[in-house]
Nanobody, 116 residues
Framework: QVQLVESGGGLVQPGGSLRLSCVASGYITSIDGMGWYRQAAGKQRELVATLISGGTKTYAESVKGRFAISRDNVENALILQMNNLKPEDTAGYHC??????????WGEGTLVTVSS
């Protein structure tokens, strides 16, 4: 079973930046889309950003202009560049990839804490 592994989380001050990375443990065929979700303590999971096959990107309103989702073809990784971080961005960030034949892959997450 292919697994997704996230990295890059940590403690950062407000206004700082982090770069999250998501790598698959094996090869996933027929990827239809990829995305990042986050879940803060006591809150429901929410969509942060998606990258659909063909290149279309979507963002939650709360992160538009600050976060950028991309694919690193050299590292074969899904990237989330997060700039101008705010305390309300504190959450566990999870990578998701889904395929044309209905497979859905999730990572265990990486924790982002924004605090002074």
């Amino acid at each position: 079973q292919v697994q997704l592994v996230e990295s890059g989380g940590g403690l950062v001050q407000p206004g700082g930046s982090l770069r999250l990375s998501c790598v698959a443990s094996g090869y996933i065929t027929s990827i239809d889309g990829m995305g990042w979700y986050r879940q803060a303590a006591g809150k429901q999971r929410e969509l942060v950003a998606t990258l659909i096959s063909g290149g279309t990107k979507t963002y939650a309103e709360s992160v538009k202009g600050r976060f950028a989702i991309s694919r690193d073809n050299v590292e074969n990784a899904l990237i989330l560049q997060m700039n101008n971080l705010k305390p309300e961005d504190t959450a566990g960030y999870h990578c998701n990839q889904w395929t044309l034949n209905g497979m859905d892959y999730w990572g265990e997450g990486t924790l982002v804490t924004v605090s002074s």
